[in-house]
Nanobody, 126 residues
Framework: VQLQASGGGLVQPGGSLRLWCAASGRTASTSVMAWFRQRPGKVREFIAAIRWSNGMTYDADSVNGRFTISRDNAKNTIYLQMNSLKPEDTAVYYC????????????????????WGQGTQVTVSS
């Protein structure tokens, strides 16, 4: 599975951005797709995930209510709508896909994802 992420950019605090990630290749076995981010000097952290079979979504407490993950099955694409952005949201955002039968706990761990997009930079600054 190949992943292509895009949509990042520079936005002022309180603003919004929508990221997207298109999957191609052998996508039929995908169980979960997710967004992670890596802030400067920090480890990569889980943001949100969506189960491909039923569309159930999960997100991190740090972005709950501000970020929303969604999908378009026909386009094999996931989105991350980010609202009320804060300077601490500045990071490189990565999409990822896995074919493992991940749980609510394991889907938050990078080691369960085999496929990663190239990352898209989001900068929140005035």
């Amino acid at each position: 599975v190949q992943l292509q992420a895009s949509g990042g950019g520079l936005v002022q605090p309180g603003g919004s951005l929508r990221l997207w990630c298109a999957a191609s290749g052998r996508t039929a076995s995908t169980s979960v797709m997710a967004w992670f981010r890596q802030r400067p000097g920090k480890v990569r952290e889980f943001i949100a995930a969506i189960r491909w079979s039923n569309g159930m979504t999960y997100d991190a407490d740090s972005v709950n209510g501000r970020f929303t993950i969604s999908r378009d099955n026909a386009k094999n694409t996931i989105y991350l709508q980010m609202n009320s952005l804060k300077p601490e949201d500045t990071a490189v955002y990565y999409c990822a896909a896995t074919s493992h039968a991940v749980t609510i706990a394991t889907m938050r761990q990078t080691r369960y994802y085999r496929n990663w997009g190239q990352g898209t930079q989001v900068t929140v600054s005035s």
